[in-house]
């Protein structure tokens, strides 16, 4: 999860601000002042949180909870550069959140840390008052107050080079911080009006972390000297690859019920083994360890990809008599065929023999799942190429039929499939409102007008090394070299000849527990479905095998191989979204689109596995995909493929870059079916699969694609953190553009300035709709076209309460623990102790509901050891930012979620209420 290529002058994301680079922002604009029946429909929540709920006088006092994480954290410092989502996780827990989300993301004042918050002057300047608990005090015994505010504030202003940061925004707004009519009062003047001042100070650091460069680089970055949350850090160990953190006897909320909390750094491909060790007691997973947890539960063996399948490796080997038959006078030849026919059954004995013995460790856990609080998006780069044609872009996207994708990704899992409406807030936000239409609907009718209009018309057929495609010259002067074989090849495929066993082995082909090509089952088995995905033929980079030429399928869609990248290194993915709805698109926002600059800030990934090293969890899932890809092609294939278009000679081909990691199968399926839909307007794309570790850096961020997948978090300050990710792309001072974390490199004038006063608009209806209407054109810009809300699943011990799948909300890490067993009778739920004591001085409340749901389906759903994952999705979910562990949950056809964006949380969500302003 380290950064990588951090661009010049970038303004962090919210997350960072509160808890690393990666994290999910928290959450919507305030309440819009209307009550329009848009609005109460956007306050549903679109899946519920899944958090095993239970009072506290139902946990047990003590034990250690065991934590799968992506890494161990580089820094501890969540306002660094190299911050990760697990040093968001430790901040949520060992430090002050002056804020923390409830259950649709919207910022709550935390009353452990906050008696008040609130604007007390808006004329001449704006001036927030902060009274702090006269209880919070740092693990040294001194209180918190205006020395660690300023200390915190003069770091992150981005006034002094010296201090190494991810400049954050909001800070460099802040004119003076004094403090106020006592010690605990502390007031903070802006310079300019900033709506999103909740979003400041969480985390907040201690003045002797903060207060000089050399503590603030190097001082926080393997310990914390000084902390205030439930939690306090005991022990960073790297070797071990854990983070342990204990009880902090000077916490003065509610006693943390657990004795310590340890954070294990597990890949994601070894989550599997490690739960079935009994190692772990919660752990966010891919949909392919969810589906075998289901399974174990059931009593079954495995699905038809699993060991049992009979497509393990002793099919593919010759037996005794093929090879005597082939040479009969070659005794020799007949005993080394024996002999791997007898090694290759062994292999697949001890393969079952293992996926069996961890599936009856799976039988310990259950699945939790909701909606992550982040989104999907096929992002259209608008640089160069057809795309920079805003006509083209539209076209692309009413050619998608987002519903179905939505279906594809999230019908299996029993979630909600609605495709987001918004760039800038999901369903279940306050701020949501759905602006699609200034966009419009699917249309392929519509989409074919578009192209017409734009000059593409059927060209008839032409070279492929004549089409124009962004950011890829380096790779058609490849394509000028190649030899006549690969040529002869390529012309093989184009007229439908078929293409067996000219690629690399499909790269999920080592996942099944036999070592066998099982484990990709689910792609080779709908390779011939006109609309799902195939690995067939791909070239990975670093894969030096043959046939990286050849084509993925007949229908327009080809795999070329890219430029190879720079050397491995994790993404960071920063920025969060938010919304509003708009109005309609004028015609100054138009405009092709800008130029990119190479190392822009880039998303973040989790560890991207060898796909010589994926796990034994994967091969079991993948018996569903082949059925769901099958039934999902009808409608791909229903009309006839339009002839190739073209406009002054050149195709019009776009190039279509995916990941291709053992945890990125989902993408490459939703990428293969978006190709199916652009085949059916005459567009044809070529598939580039590109290893996880350099996607972001190498492609994404460096504008070297035509389409992508990638996902970005939602926000509850999407003011101040959209604005990076969609305001128009500006030249630097060296003449490359600034492009910050708009990868699509499309933007309007008039975008930045809707952001702009949204940030700097304290009335809330009046930013609201500043927001739609930035949210209105950036649909029309179609730079970024969403797709889907990720789905989040958690393995859990079912005896883990009041943590899982979180959704929008914060967790409160001092009500986390293990089912009291010894308590019985009816369970009641209560408010947490600090939400109580909150209660009684409200200002206009809306408490936070951190145990909202119902005993009831607790008890049925983890007491049974049933897997959550089929429980009903209609409860509430509660928001928040969760920890971007980053898969992109799985999709049904994939059997593996992406190794996303991780985003971090934020720290504990105390039961809290809006502070009026």
Not at 490 to 519: L, R
Not at 671 to 692: N, P
């Amino acid at each position: 999860m380290s950064q990588v290529g951090v661009p010049r002058g970038r303004t962090c994301s919210r997350t960072i601000r509160s808890v690393a680079l990666l994290t999910t922002g928290v959450l919507a604009l305030p309440l819009l002042a209307s009550c329009s029946s848009d609005d109460e429909r956007s306050e549903v929540p679109a899946a519920a949180q899944d958090v095993a709920p239970a009072a506290r006088d139902r946990i047990a006092d003590g034990g250690t909870l065991r934590w799968a994480v992506d890494t161990v954290p580089t820094t501890l410092n969540a306002f660094q550069a190299d911050a990760d989502a697990t040093t968001s996780r430790v901040a949520g827990a060992v430090l002050p959140s002056l804020f923390t989300l409830d259950k649709t993301g919207r910022p709550q004042r935390n009353p452990d840390y906050l008696e008040s918050a609130k604007i007390i002057e808006r004329e001449p300047k704006q001036v927030v008052l902060y009274k702090l608990n006269q209880q919070a005090v740092w693990s040294d015994g001194r209180e918190l107050g205006a020395p660690d505010f300023v200390a915190q504030w003069r770091a992150l202003s981005g006034k002094d080079s010296a201090y190494w940061t991810a400049r954050n925004a909001g800070y460099e707004r802040i004119q003076k911080i004094e403090r106020g009519a006592n010690d605990l009062e502390v007031r903070v003047t802006f310079n300019k009006p900033y709506a999103d001042w909740r979003g400041l100070f969480s985390p907040l650091y201690p003045k002797d972390v903060m207060g000089a460069p050399n503590t603030f680089n190097d001082g926080a970055r393997t310990k914390l000297k000084s902390t205030a949350g439930p939690f306090q850090l005991k022990e960073l160990d790297r070797e071990d690859r854990e983070v342990t953190l204990v009880r902090n006897p000077r916490w003065w909320g509610a006693r943390p019920k657990l004795d310590s909390i340890v954070l294990s750094a597990v890949p994601r491909d070894k989550r599997a083994a490690a739960l079935a060790d009994g190692t772990l007691d919660l752990a966010e997973i891919d949909s392919p360890v969810a589906q075998r947890i289901k399974q174990a539960a059931k009593g079954e063996k495995g699905g038809g990809a699993g060991p049992q399948s009979g497509t393990g490796p002793q099919s593919a080997q010759p037996s005794p008599s093929q090879s005597a038959a082939n040479d009969s006078d070659d005794e020799k030849a007949a005993e080394k065929a024996a002999e791997a026919a007898q090694a290759s059954r062994k292999k697949a004995n001890e393969a079952i023999a293992k996926y069996t013995k961890e599936q009856k460790g799976l039988r310990a856990y259950v699945v939790r799942k909701s909606l992550e609080p982040a989104f999907t998006q096929l992002a259209l780069n608008g640089e160069t190429g057809p795309l920079a044609d805003e006509r083209v872009r539209r076209a692309v996207a009413r050619a998608l039929d987002r519903q179905k994708l939505a279906e594809a990704v999230l019908k299996p899992l029993g979630l909600p499939a609605n495709p987001p409406g918004s760039h800038l807030a999901l369903a279940g936000q306050h701020a949501y409102a759905d602006s699609s239409d200034a966009l419009g609907e699917q249309d392929t009718q519509e989409a074919q007008g578009l192209l017409a209009d734009a000059g593409w018309t059927p060209g008839g057929a032409l070279k492929k090394e004549d089409g124009t495609k962004a950011g890829s010259e380096a790779d058609a002067d490849k394509k000028k070299d190649k030899n006549e074989d690969e040529e002869a090849t390529n012309t093989d495929t184009e007229s439908g000849a078929p293409q067996s066993g000219s690629g690399p082995e499909s790269d999920s082909s080592s996942d099944s527990p036999s070592g066998s090509a099982s484990g990709s089952a689910s792609e080779s088995a709908s390779g011939s479905d006109s609309d799902s995905a195939s690995d067939d033929g791909a070239y990975i980079v670093g894969d030096d095998k043959p046939g990286h030429d050849a084509p993925a399928s007949g229908t327009g869609t080809r795999v070329i191989a890219p430029t190879f990248g720079t050397a491995f290194q994790r993404a960071v993915l920063t920025w969060r979204t938010e919304s509003v709805d708009g109005s309609g698109v004028k015609a100054q926002d138009r405009q092709p689109g800008g130029g990119g600059m190479a190392g822009a800030y880039a998303p973040s990934g989790t560890e991207a596995p060898s796909p010589s090293s994926t796990s034994a969890s994967a091969s079991p899932s993948s018996s569903g995909s082949a059925s769901t890809s099958a039934s999902a092609s009808a409608t791909s294939s229903a009309s006839a493929l339009p002839g190739s278009l073209a406009k002054d000679g050149k195709p019009l081909t776009l190039r279509f870059v995916l990941p291709s990691g053992s945890g990125s199968e989902q993408l490459r399926t939703v990428g293969e079916k978006i190709a199916r839909m652009l085949d059916r307007i005459g567009i044809r794309t070529e598939i580039t699969k590109v290893a996880d570790a350099n996607y972001f850096k190498d492609h994404i961020a460096s504008g070297d694609y035509d389409l992508a997948l990638y996902s970005w978090p939602a926000t509850a300050y999407p003011a101040t953190d959209g604005r990076p990710i969609y305001a128009k792309p500006v030249p630097a001072s060296d003449g490359t553009l600034l492009v910050e974390q708009n990868y699509t490199r499309v933007g309007t004038d008039h975008i930045n300035q809707l952001f702009d006063q949204a940030a700097s608009e304290l009335d809330e209806k009046e930013a609201g709709d500043l927001l739609r209407q930035a949210d209105a054109r950036i649909w029309a810009a179609a730079g970024s076209i969403p797709l889907y809300q990720r789905p989040q699943l958690v393995a859990a011990k079912p005896s883990v309460a009041n943590a899982g799948a979180f959704a929008f909300a914060s967790p409160r890490y001092e009500d986390i623990g293990f089912k009291n067993t010894g308590k019985s009778g009816p369970e009641k739920t209560v408010m947490p102790e600090s939400a109580e004591s909150e209660a009684t001085h409200s200002e206009s409340a809306e408490p936070e509901a951190t145990h909202s749901e119902s005993a009831e389906s607790e008890a049925t759903d983890s007491e049974s050891g049933e897997p959550e994952a089929e429980r009903s999705e209609s409860a509430e979910p509660e928001a928040t930012h969760s920890e971007a562990t980053h898969s992109e949950s799985a999709e049904p056809e994939a059997t593996d979620s992406e190794s996303g964006e991780p985003e971090a949380e934020q720290s504990e969500s105390a039961g809290s209420e809006s502070d009026e302003e």
